[in-house]
């Protein structure tokens, strides 16, 4: 088995931590890619062109026409360390969320907070003016909103959960998410203030939806039965055979009927001969089925 069917294996197998993991970082290699063919044919608009299809953009009237980015934006990096930090957040607070709550509502957390992530940066750009001068040229990517939703999500349902951590010993989840949202969201908010606004709008999700799933709703419900419906659609379906049977003519028939017969004088041949105990288990068999015909 080579290693793309060993790759292909694991993601059919996973479960959905592991799969939104394998997209991004098919995603990832797939911009990659692009970008090294780019620079070997001298023409870096195919890698902004495909960043620019994947990214949401902040202009109301370029997302009217791209509506896809506010889904594909969540699975795109650019840069490796961006991927790095992002996939090992996901991975270490996944695994802990999937300890609690089941992997669909991992999908929902993630899709609908790194929407909720792209609709507040959307939303802001489009109403402050800080970035009136900028709103046209400005887009997103990243999975940090939707990142960020998980882990403020399981921080707000298991706050006293405590973790191992370097040279700091152990820490409950509701310090190190409040520390995270901080660094990566608050701090030095002038630098990628559309990542941070994002970042906001994806640990507000994942508050929320914690705070309705202990009081018994579950908002993401709705969400996880269009991805089922999708999931569904696009399935490919197993294909019925269809077997004729062939009707016998009365020829055939008759020649079956005379070989079944000839079979039975035989075993009534060979129970003159040597008695019913000389018969095989299968000739038994036979001579009960004929009986029972008979009856």
């Known amino acids: 088995m080579g290693i793309f069917d060993d790759i292909r294996l694991t993601f059919r197998k996973g479960n959905n931590l592991t799969k939104l993991i394998y997209i991004n970082v098919a995603v990832f290699i797939?911009?990659?890619?692009?970008?090294v063919i780019g620079f070997l044919l001298n023409n870096n608009i195919i890698s902004e062109k495909t960043l620019e299809l994947l990214s949401v953009p902040a202009s109301l009237k370029v997302l009217l026409v791209r509506p896809w980015t506010l889904i594909t934006y969540m699975?795109?990096?650019?840069?490796?360390?961006?991927?790095?930090?992002?996939?090992?957040w996901l991975y270490w607070f996944g695994r802990i969320f999937l300890e609690y709550l089941d992997e669909r509502k991992l999908v929902a957390v993630y899709l609908l907070g790194g929407i909720c992530g792209a609709l507040v940066y959307i939303i802001s750009f489009n109403v402050f003016?800080?970035?009136?001068?900028?709103?046209?040229?400005s887009a997103a990517?990243?999975?940090?909103?939707?990142?960020?939703?998980?882990?403020?999500?399981?921080?707000?349902?298991?706050?006293?959960?405590t973790v191992q951590i370097f040279l700091f010993g152990r820490i409950k989840i509701k310090y190190m998410a409040l520390a995270i949202f901080v660094l990566t969201s608050v701090m030095d908010f002038s630098?990628?203030?559309?990542?941070?606004?994002?970042?906001?709008?994806?640990?507000f999700f994942g508050y929320f939806y914690i705070i309705?799933?202990?009081?018994?709703?579950?908002?993401?419900k709705g969400f996880n039965k269009i991805i089922d419906f999708f999931v569904t659609m696009f399935k490919p379906r197993k294909r019925l055979k269809v077997?004729?049977?062939?009707?016998?003519?009365?020829?055939?028939?008759?020649?079956i009927r005379a070989e079944h017969q000839t079979k039975i004088n035989l075993i009534l041949d060979k129970i003159s001969k040597g008695g019913y105990d000389s018969l095989?288990?299968?000739?038994?068999?036979?001579?009960?089925?004929?009986?029972?015909?008979?009856n």
Do not use: C, R
């Not at 095989?280 to 004929?290: I, V």
């Open 141 to 161: 990517i990243g999975a940090s909103a939707s990142v960020m939703a998980i882990v403020v999500a399981i921080a707000v349902y298991v706050p006293d959960y």
């Open 212 to 220: 309705n799933l202990k009081q018994g709703h579950d908002i993401g």
């Open 243 to 255: 077997t004729h049977k062939k009707v016998a003519t009365e020829f055939e028939y008759n020649k």
């Open 129 to 137: 003016p800080a970035f009136t001068s900028v709103v046209a040229d």
């Open 191 to 203: 630098v990628n203030s559309g990542g941070k606004l994002a970042h906001i709008g994806g640990a």
């Open 75 to 88: 699975f795109t990096h650019k840069d490796i360390w961006h991927i790095l930090f992002n996939m090992l």
């Open 280 to 294: 095989t288990k299968e000739e038994k068999e036979a001579l009960f089925k004929e009986s029972q015909k008979k």
């Open 30 to 35: 797939l911009i990659t890619i692009v970008a």
